[in-house]
């Protein structure tokens, strides 16, 4: 296989995905280690491009918590001032508070601003005048 120095199109991150597959057990600090990371740097720069992402819903990121088990509702009950209040942050009608957020962060470790984050897309029904 040609050493792959370029990601630019479909065909070569397709490639690039390929080989890094067959890499995926190269030892650090090795020509295939090395090449292993060359390839998944162009292969992140090719994503980032062609393949964005955003951010996740602070919701859905506490729904995943609480369904993986990383948290308990019974942790975040009192943090969040009740039952009440925990079910409207799941739903994405409120933001999670800042004490929920660094309750979760601590046992996630994932970065404190996707905690925090108003909710994306507003679920709140108006009410009719």
Do not use: C, N
């Amino acid at each position: 296989m040609p050493e792959i120095t370029l990601v630019l199109t479909e065909a070569d991150y397709d490639m690039a995905l390929a080989r890094i597959s067959e890499l995926l057990d190269a030892e650090l600090y090795t020509p295939e280690g090395e090449e292993l990371d060359r390839l998944s740097t162009l292969v992140e720069i090719y994503e980032a491009e062609h393949y964005p992402m955003d951010d996740p819903d602070p919701d859905s990121l506490l729904e995943f918590l609480l369904d993986q088990q990383i948290v308990s509702r019974e942790q975040l009950l009192p943090l969040a001032g009740g039952s009440d209040s925990l079910d409207a942050m799941l739903a994405g009608q409120t933001a999670i508070t800042a004490e929920v957020a660094l309750v979760l962060q601590e046992h996630s470790g994932l970065p404190i601003e996707y905690l925090t984050a108003p909710p994306r897309s507003s679920k709140v029904t108006a009410a009719s005048d």
